[in-house]
């Protein structure tokens, strides 16, 4: 814990692996960037809302931030929904990132870098906290504004998964974009069994060595049951809001130029080659 508390006394961010910061590689957030600078192209809307649901040390907080900043000349906000409480069963499943992701939160580590990262990257005034579970914050948003993109990463279990899709649905713009994380793998893409198996189970994470892969069953099944069949790159799933309904987004143009204060943690070249989602 040295680096965080040299970080907490200093005015640097931290988002480094003792708390599993980032979780991902940096398309991740160029992918958001980039829906955001997509939505703003649109040019139907001028003030830019966000609403990210599960924030943890505020990465992706960052990115939609600076985004606004970089894209809309900071006219815009994110709202970030976490209750900051531990929310993962530890018995079931007892890997390294579960066991030191519920410690800094029982720790209340992970909402302070929330706050300090907020503070040193510049963005206190582009982020509304709503502290709480999802489901409850956002009943009490339903009949208030409407958001560009909603991005959905936070209990990653079934029902929770389900209810904050249901949600989100009624709160996204028309032409806005609903997303999530960490669906790695569709339901046509796994065994069924296997999937059934780990929503019962409850488990936030699956690893398949027989299959050779690994996935967040309560994810997976989900986004079926809630949407369909959906966009997918790298783990970052995304739809777009039109007239008939959500509908895949077949291809993003995307903007690498994520916050430097992400890219500090990552190695040089890091990047893969951009494809069509």
């Known amino acids: 814990m040295n680096e965080i508390e040299t970080a907490l006394s200093s005015n640097q961010p931290y988002f480094g692996h003792a708390v599993r910061g980032i979780q991902s590689g940096p398309l991740r957030y160029a992918i958001l960037r980039s ?13 830019i809302n966000v609403l990210e649901v599960g924030s943890w040390i505020g990465a992706s907080a960052l990115t939609f931030a600076r985004s606004i900043q970089d894209f809309n000349g900071g006219d815009g906000l994110v709202t970030c929904v976490d209750k900051w409480e531990p929310y993962i069963d530890t018995s079931i499943d007892n890997g390294s990132t579960s066991q030191i992701m519920s410690l800094a939160i029982e720790l209340n580590i992970a909402y302070t870098l929330f706050q300090h990262n907020c503070k040193c990257c510049n963005i206190e005034h582009l982020v509304e906290v709503k502290r709480g579970t999802s489901q409850d914050i956002l009943a009490k948003l339903i009949d208030g504004k409407k958001f560009d993109v909603i991005y959905i990463d936070g209990d990653h279990r079934y029902e929770a998964v389900v209810g904050d899709i249901l949600m989100a649905k009624k709160l996204l713009a028309s032409g806005g974009i609903l997303c999530g994380d960490d669906l790695e793998k569709q339901v046509h893409e796994v065994d069924l069994d296997i999937l059934q198996k780990g929503v019962e189970e409850g488990r936030d994470t699956i690893v398949s060595g027989e299959k050779g ?26 739809m ?26 990552y190695p040089p070249d890091l990047f893969p080659q951009s494809k069509p989602l």
């Open 240 to 265: 777009v809001n039109q007239e008939d309904g959500l509908v895949r987004l077949q291809e993003i143009e995307i903007d690498e130029n994520i916050p430097k204060e992400l890219l500090k943690f």
């Open 35 to 47: 829906l955001v600078k997509g939505v703003i192209n649109q040019e139907y809307t001028n003030s």
């Open 213 to 238: 892969y690994s996935f967040h069953p309560g994810v997976t099944l989900a986004v079926n049951e809630a949407i369909g069949e959906v966009s997918s790159y790298a783990g970052l799933w995304l």
